[in-house]
């Protein structure tokens, strides 16, 4: 028996020291690529990145014409994540990325109000992807935005998407995010997992 205990022992002490390496590793933060001219390279691999919410804002409650009628499913970059559920803080080389997603359209779905009548219930569901938008923060590479945020589109459209993008400028995103966002310019109030994050449950 002392020797199975012993054996038993062995495994905890060998689990914990990876958990310790994995938490300093996830202290690096992977930033994206840009390219020489400066333009930040579209992110890859975002869909597997962390869920934290899709907000959603339909044509039928916005008068017709809302600026973005899609879902929008939001991820974090993982390592990004990982330090702001340490820390409490977003990071320099954070990556948020926003893909848009069309509420799904048939015929099942009411042409007044764009709703549709599933097993579930009647109500929206997702149709296509149709865009996607990223911000980085990063307060050394990007010292004259505020925050060190800035913000990116790699077209607002199916797939394919652009390749790269241009930051737009500060008035176009960053002074709405900055007036508005409950959390260092990203809007946590509408992120559940992030919500989660900062209430410790
Ligand atoms: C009028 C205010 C406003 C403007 C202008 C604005 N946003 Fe946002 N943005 C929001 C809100 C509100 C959310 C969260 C909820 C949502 O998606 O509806 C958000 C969320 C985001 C997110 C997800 C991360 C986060 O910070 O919550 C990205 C990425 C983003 N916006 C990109 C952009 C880009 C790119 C532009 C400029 C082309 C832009 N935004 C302009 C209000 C704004």
């Known amino acids: 028996m002392i020797g199975w205990k012993s054996a038993t022992l062995g495994l905890v002490g060998a689990m ?40 959603l804002t339909p044509n039928a409650l916005n008068g017709g014409e809302a600026p973005f009628p899609e879902f929008h499913n939001v991820y974090v970059e993982p390592s990004a994540y990982a330090h702001f559920k340490n820390t409490g803080e977003w990071a320099n080389g954070t990556q948020i990325a926003k893909e848009l997603v069309l509420i799904r359209q048939g015929d099942d779905c009411d042409e007044t109000n764009g709703s ?17 938008e990223l911000t980085v923060k990063d307060t050394d590479r990007f010292a004259d935005e505020p925050g060190g945020w800035v913000y990116y589109s790699f077209g607002h459209h199916a797939p394919p998407y652009a390749e790269t993008a241009e930051a737009f400028p500060t008035e176009s995103c960053n ?8 959390t260092d310019f990203v809007f946590t109030q509408f992120y559940p997992v992030l919500r989660a994050v900062q209430e410790g449950n």
């Open 116 to 132: 549709c009548g599933e097993v579930s219930g009647q109500g929206y569901f997702q149709g296509e992807f149709a865009g996607l």
């Open 16 to 55: 914990s020291l990876a958990v310790t390496l994995t938490n300093a590793q996830e202290m690096t933060i992977t930033s994206p690529g840009y390219t020489d001219d400066g333009a930040v390279m579209a992110p890859t691999g975002y869909r597997e990145w962390v869920f934290i919410g899709t907000p």
């Open 175 to 182: 002074a709405c995010h900055e007036a508005s966002a409950d």
